[in-house]
């Protein structure tokens, strides 16, 4: 396993960890979850991300109770938790978005959950266009000056109001945010590439980056239909197989003009697909799904494959695949 900074932080996360996301609770049950993150573990994965509205908040106690039962030791493994979708179905109020009470609800509720003292990660999952933004950082800011939190972070927030959090927080001596999670892979780019260059460079801040197989469509295992028992054939995933299918199937059709590239490699383009997102530095790094072990065990296999992407293979990948 490679280990890489998060940004300019001094921690230090495996290049590949593993999430939860609609996995955990639905597909993945307690002694899957006991296997997949055993075997992501050993593998020297250090960094487990969730959420607490994956499956409710669900994810987060299956997560919780599997690490307690591997007993993994606290100080060799990072954990996290995102805030603002909520952790039911039908929230509150008070009980979504990124006022100081529903962070602070949240991140003690995911505590609980997850079963730890502290959140080595914690994100706001998105903007929150009713809160402002000096009050977010500000609720963030305490929860690390009270140790419950280390590193706080942002998910698919626009550039732009991560800067603005970056100002509010030198203005007012608050702890900046240390990272963003954002999606990336080989159908999404732009966000990572373009706009988020820059925070990169100035700021520092870290990517620990989602969906790098575009929930399976890079695998190929889409390309002549939708098999039943795959995340896009769950009839509870319905909105994400019309996302990734949408325009006449755009994306697939990038994915099968991806396909010759792999197979001239001989390796798996989902191989090839998770170590064209490690090659990108300001990737911390890569949060794999998987629902079975055998599809870990391969993806664990990407960083060998990155020094097969030279600069010629990495030319004709971006040729190929869109933005
Ligand atoms: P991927 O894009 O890698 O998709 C994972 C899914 O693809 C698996 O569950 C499996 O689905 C299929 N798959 C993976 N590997 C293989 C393989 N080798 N062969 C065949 N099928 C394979 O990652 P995720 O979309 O799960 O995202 C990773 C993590 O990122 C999440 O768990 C979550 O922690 C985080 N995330 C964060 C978001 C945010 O807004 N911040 C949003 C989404 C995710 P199946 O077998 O069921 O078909």
């Not at 001596?173 to 999670?181: A, D, F, R, W, Y």
């Not at 990407?302 to 990495?314: C, F, I, K, S």
Request: charged letters at 25%; one cysteine or more; glycine letters at 6%.
């Amino acid at each position: 396993m490679e280990y890489r900074r998060l940004g300019a932080t001094g921690l230090k996360l495996s290049a590949l960890s593993y999430g939860a996301w609609v996995t955990f609770g639905r597909q993945v049950g307690r002694s899957a979850a006991r296997e997949l993150i055993a075997l992501a573990y050993d593998s020297g994965v250090n960094f487990f991300d969730n959420a607490e509205t994956y499956n409710a908040g669900e994810a987060e106690k299956l997560m919780g109770d599997v690490i307690a039962d591997l007993r993994l030791p606290r100080d060799a493994y990072c954990v996290s938790s995102k805030v603002y979708f909520g952790a039911s179905i039908d929230p509150k109020p008070t009980q979504r978005g990124l006022s100081r009470k529903h962070v602070f609800d949240a991140c003690h509720q995911a505590l609980d959950r997850l079963r730890v003292d502290y959140l080595d990660l914690y994100f706001c999952h998105r903007p929150d266009p009713d809160t402002p933004v000096l009050e977010t950082v500000w609720a963030m800011d305490t929860l690390v000056r009270q140790g419950k939190v280390l590193y706080w972070g942002t998910s698919e927030w626009p550039a732009t109001l991560i800067e603005e959090a970056h100002r509010v927080a030198r203005e007012n001596h608050l702890v900046p945010p240390s990272m963003e999670q954002p999606q990336y892979n080989l159908l999404h780019r732009e966000r990572v590439e373009n706009e988020y260059a820059s925070l990169c460079a100035d700021h520092g801040m870290g990517t620990t980056i989602w969906s790098p197989l575009a929930s399976g469509l890079l695998t190929g295992k889409y390309n002549d239909g939708i098999p039943e028992d795959s995340r896009l054939g769950l009839p509870a995933n319905a909105w994400l197989r019309d996302e990734l299918t949408a325009n006449d199937g755009a994306k697939l059709k990038t994915v099968r003009a991806l396909a010759p590239i792999a197979a001239e490699l001989d390796m798996p383009l989902s191989r090839l697909a998770l170590a064209w997102c490690l090659k990108n530095p300001n990737v911390s790094t890569v949060i794999l799904g998987a629902s079975r072990k055998e599809q870990l065990a391969e993806n664990l296999l990407a960083l060998d494959a990155m020094p097969l992407l030279t600069n010629d293979v990495m030319s004709r990948i971006k040729a190929t695949a869109t933005m």
